[in-house]
């Protein structure tokens, strides 16, 4: 059962229900949503894309965008395992993660060859997610420790002649999972608030440049118990052996306790931390052709406990539970990340499109128990898009992005797992007027399915003992929907 703990913590690596990377999200605009290919654009959402590119705004003045996104996702885990009572020993454990208002707002100034900016918005973190059946680790993990105490219990010289003279020791020896309920639940709740103030500086008609820094601020919750009692006929016979054997009554409360349960474990935990992201960016100009790349440096994020509950009965279980005593630490940076990206007028102010790549170096941002080891590569992100002008009114635009994690079978797990994915956005924009622009914008993510098979012979399912083979499918959906109002004054 010490394995349901180690997989509590990762909890605090739950990947983002938005796009980017595995720790950052890159849909900060609805201009992105619909377009997604954002890293060579010189409008408002530049500020967050394409930073240097400010410099290059068509408008003197203050420029404002306010943009509102809502996001609804599945994180699914089809488990295979021995000892699940049901048909094929395979269970479906479902989870719901949702954000329904994603807010983010872009502020510029621009006077000249320079421009200030700044920026808000939810730059990393998975939302909210809940497993309100628990999690497959959970009740494998509970199963097979029931099953290998029991089964030695079995073995035990001292209780053979009690196994052969009363059919109700031989029964609980091992004990199946027909003989006891288990009920459990997990939500977490991961934000990474994003703060970023910066300025960039057009050296001459070609050429910009910027300088910033973003604030993150996180905050999470974790919240999750796990209740395990014996079914009536159970907990009348333990009553009855307790009586009749005496002898056996150390062996009998360590499975049922006098509170009637096998097992309880409950976990209210907040966490916050900070942590500061500089970020430089150029931008190159030349008739039809923008080329532009950004560069942000890997922020040192280290999260602080303040817990509210911490139950593990019995009491020997606690000490798996230390990473989320009050006051513990646990690393979470955030890496750095290179955006290059290049635009193109195919038609002057009428047809646009731009191609981008991003790269997250995940394997040198210290997760928990150093779990960025485990990936193969940093995430690599291909982005493509277009963007026409139907007339000065209506623009329409379309967008696709790539996502390969890197992903291992050690990294995968049930409390923080990835797929890679393909996403496609499309959307419009409406000028209401030469200073106020709306736009609306929706994109999903199609997500390849992750299987990850566990023989015996190299650990079993999820390393829990006994080794007993097992598989997990691990599959996700996402669909995000957005509507902002651009404004120049």
């Given at each position: 059962?010490?394995?349901?703990?180690?997989?509590?913590?990762?909890?605090?690596?739950?990947?983002?229900?938005?796009?980017?990377?595995?720790?950052?999200?890159t849909n900060q605009s609805i201009a992105w949503q619909r377009m997604m290919a954002r890293g060579a654009t010189n409008d408002i959402d530049a500020i967050y894309s394409n930073p240097a590119g400010t410099a290059f705004l068509d408008h003197e003045g203050w420029s404002l965008s306010l943009n509102i996104q809502s996001a609804s996702q599945h994180r699914d885990v089809l488990a295979t395992f021995p000892l699940f009572p049901t048909e094929d020993h395979t269970k479906l454990y479902e989870g719901k993660a949702s954000a329904p208002v994603i807010p983010s707002l872009y502020a510029a100034y621009k006077r000249g060859k320079l421009t200030y900016s700044a920026f808000f918005g939810f730059t990393g973190g998975g939302g909210k997610c809940s497993f309100t059946s628990g999690l497959p680790i959970f009740d494998a993990s509970i199963m097979a420790g029931i099953y290998n105490t029991?089964?030695?219990?079995?073995?035990?010289?001292?209780?053979?002649?009690?196994?052969?003279?009363?059919?109700?020791?031989?029964?609980?020896?091992?004990?199946?999972?027909?003989?006891?309920?288990?009920?459990?639940?997990?939500?977490?709740?991961?934000?990474?608030?994003?703060?970023?103030?910066?300025?960039?500086?057009?050296?001459?008609?070609?050429?910009?440049?910027?300088?910033?820094?973003?604030?993150?601020?996180?905050?999470?919750?974790?919240?999750?118990?796990?209740?395990?009692?014996?079914?009536?006929?159970?907990?009348?016979?333990?009553?009855?052996?307790?009586?009749?054997?005496?002898?056996?009554?150390?062996?009998?409360?360590?499975?049922?306790?006098?509170?009637?349960?096998?097992?309880?474990?409950?976990?209210?935990?907040?966490?916050?931390?900070?942590?500061?992201?500089?970020?430089?960016?150029?931008?190159?100009?030349?008739?039809?052709?923008?080329?532009?790349?950004?560069?942000?440096?890997?922020?040192?994020?280290?999260?602080?406990?303040?817990?509210?509950?911490?139950?593990?009965?019995?009491?020997?279980?606690?000490?798996?539970?230390?990473?989320?005593?009050?006051?513990?630490?646990?690393?979470?940076?955030?890496?750095?990340?290179?955006?290059?990206?290049?635009?193109?007028?195919?038609?002057?102010?009428?047809?646009?499109?731009?191609?981008?790549?991003?790269?997250?170096?995940?394997?040198?941002?210290?997760?928990?128990?150093?779990?960025?080891?485990?990936?193969?590569?940093?995430?690599?992100?291909?982005?493509?898009?277009?963007?026409?002008?139907?007339?000065?009114?209506?623009?329409?635009?379309?967008?696709?992005?790539?996502?390969?994690?890197?992903?291992?079978?050690?990294?995968?797990?049930?409390?923080?797992?990835?797929?890679?994915?393909?996403?496609?956005?499309?959307?419009?924009?409406?000028?209401?007027?030469?200073?106020?622009?709306?736009?609306?914008?929706?994109?999903?993510?199609?997500?390849?399915?992750?299987?990850?098979?566990?023989?015996?012979?190299?650990?079993?399912?999820?390393?829990?003992?006994?080794?007993?083979?097992?598989?997990?499918?691990?599959?996700?959906?996402?669909?995000?929907?957005?509507?902002?109002?651009?404004?120049?004054?």
């Amino acid at each position: 059962m010490k394995k349901i703990y180690t997989l509590l913590t990762m909890m605090a690596a739950t990947t983002t229900v938005w796009a980017g990377g595995l720790l950052h999200n890159t849909n900060q605009s609805i201009a992105w949503q619909r377009m997604m290919a954002r890293g060579a654009t010189n409008d408002i959402d530049a500020i967050y894309s394409n930073p240097a590119g400010t410099a290059f705004l068509d408008h003197e003045g203050w420029s404002l965008s306010l943009n509102i996104q809502s996001a609804s996702q599945h994180r699914d885990v089809l488990a295979t395992f021995p000892l699940f009572p049901t048909e094929d020993h395979t269970k479906l454990y479902e989870g719901k993660a949702s954000a329904p208002v994603i807010p983010s707002l872009y502020a510029a100034y621009k006077r000249g060859k320079l421009t200030y900016s700044a920026f808000f918005g939810f730059t990393g973190g998975g939302g909210k997610c809940s497993f309100t059946s628990g999690l497959p680790i959970f009740d494998a993990s509970i199963m097979a420790g029931i099953y290998n105490t029991t089964g030695q219990l079995a073995q035990n010289p001292a209780l053979q002649p009690l196994i052969a003279a009363d059919p109700r020791v031989a029964a609980m020896l091992p004990l199946m999972p027909d003989k006891y309920d288990i009920s459990s639940s997990m939500k977490g709740r991961q934000y990474i608030y994003g703060f970023q103030l910066g300025a960039a500086y057009q050296f001459n008609k070609h050429w910009s440049a910027f300088l910033g820094l973003r604030l993150n601020y996180f905050d999470g919750n974790y919240n999750g118990f796990v209740k395990v009692q014996p079914k009536p006929e159970l907990a009348q016979a333990v009553q009855q052996l307790t009586l009749a054997y005496p002898a056996l009554a150390p062996t009998l409360s360590g499975l049922v306790n006098e509170n009637g349960e096998m097992a309880n474990i409950a976990l209210d935990c907040n966490q916050t931390g900070w942590g500061v992201t500089p970020i430089v960016s150029v931008n190159y100009k030349t008739g039809p052709l923008t080329l532009a790349a950004k560069y942000e440096f890997k922020t040192n994020l280290s999260i602080e406990n303040d817990t509210k509950t911490l139950t593990a009965e019995p009491a020997a279980f606690e000490t798996a539970l230390n990473d989320y005593k009050d006051g513990v630490n646990t690393p979470s940076d955030l890496p750095s990340v290179l955006y290059v990206a290049a635009g193109y007028e195919i038609i002057p102010d009428k047809l646009r499109a731009a191609v981008e790549y991003h790269f997250y170096d995940d394997k040198h941002a210290e997760m928990a128990k150093d779990k960025q080891k485990a990936l193969r590569h940093g995430t690599h992100e291909v982005l493509a898009g277009l963007e026409w002008d139907i007339n000065r009114m209506f623009t329409v635009s379309g967008g696709f992005q790539n996502t390969d994690y890197g992903l291992t079978d050690t990294y995968q797990t049930h409390t923080s797992f990835s797929c890679d994915s393909y996403s496609l956005g499309f959307g419009g924009a409406v000028n209401l007027t030469e200073k106020l622009r709306v736009n609306v914008g929706y994109f999903w993510t199609t997500y390849k399915d992750y299987t990850k098979n566990m023989p015996a012979e190299t650990g079993g399912y999820q390393g829990i003992s006994p080794q007993l083979p097992g598989k997990d499918v691990y599959s996700r959906t996402n669909k995000v929907f957005g509507i902002g109002v651009d404004y120049k004054f």
